[in-house]
């Protein structure tokens, strides 16, 4: 690689990674908040200037849309006015309940009914963690191709894929529970060494001796270094495959985690207030304190 590439190469990385620092920022305040209107507040301000609003009304309005924001920034909810945000405080104070058992569920919380929203959490929690177990493994496998420094070669004639790089060729193995005495190396260093067993070295590594020989020219060959190469700088694009499955299988043990979260605010809720609801958890209740009065008889009416 020329030097202006190298150097072409360094400068962009920083910048790089300050815009997907900054759009992974972004898109994860706007899943946590359910909103993103501060963030849009901002940009326009730095945009076209002016911070606030020259009505008061829009000013009140947009104070409390900055306030419900950030509560459901913080506490991980969604509420959609002041009102619910008020009533969930108080209904949290007077069940002593723990905020934490709910701050983890996100929109699985209904804030307008205070409950857990109806679903099968259990069954649903273990399909997304499969999910990311099933998306973890290839992942993790895409990531060591990438990163490794050497090339996944498969000779014509052979059945086995092998690394390598211009000083050695080893095998390789994604079974974790294989015989380790069976794996193989083959350096430049045994190459160079006489008298050389071709034999005895393709026996080690079931491959043919003529291959063996050809991975020994590989190490000198000024063509077949330059397919290495070439062959290894491809492979680094699978690091961004596995960057995209990483972040799949992310979203789906968090989902997992949620759900699961989910399923155990359910069952708390349950042993804290009962099967019944509460007049301070009815849906368009407005203040928690105090007791409905009694609604009169039709006979008491008439009377």
Known sequence: MEVETLKLVADISP??????LTVFTVIWFRLRAGTSYGLL????????GGKEFHDNAVTEFWNERKDIERFNALFNTRAKSLQEVNLFIKWIEKNDLDLRKLTKLNDLFDMEKREVKKGSYGPASAFFFIIGLILFV??????????????????????QWMWLSHNAAYSTTYNPFRDRAKDWRLTA???SQKPFDTESL??????????????CESFTNARDIQRIDEIINNQRS???LALGLLLLCLYALNAALRLNAAR???AYLKKKLGDTTAPDQAVHSVDTDNEHEPVPEPSDLTR
């Open 264 to 266: 155990q605010a359910e």
């Open 15 to 20: 910048w790089l990674s300050l815009v997907l």
């Open 138 to 159: 290839p992942s993790a496998y895409l990531v060591e191709i990438g990163m490794t420094n050497a090339a996944l070669i498969k000779f014509n004639n052979e059945s």
């Open 189 to 191: 260093e045994t190459c």
């Open 41 to 48: 507040n901002r940009l326009y301000a730095i945009v076209l």
């Open 238 to 240: 699978f690091v961004w």
């Open 202 to 215: 393709a026996a080690q590594a079931k491959l043919k001796p003529g291959n063996i020989t050809n991975i």
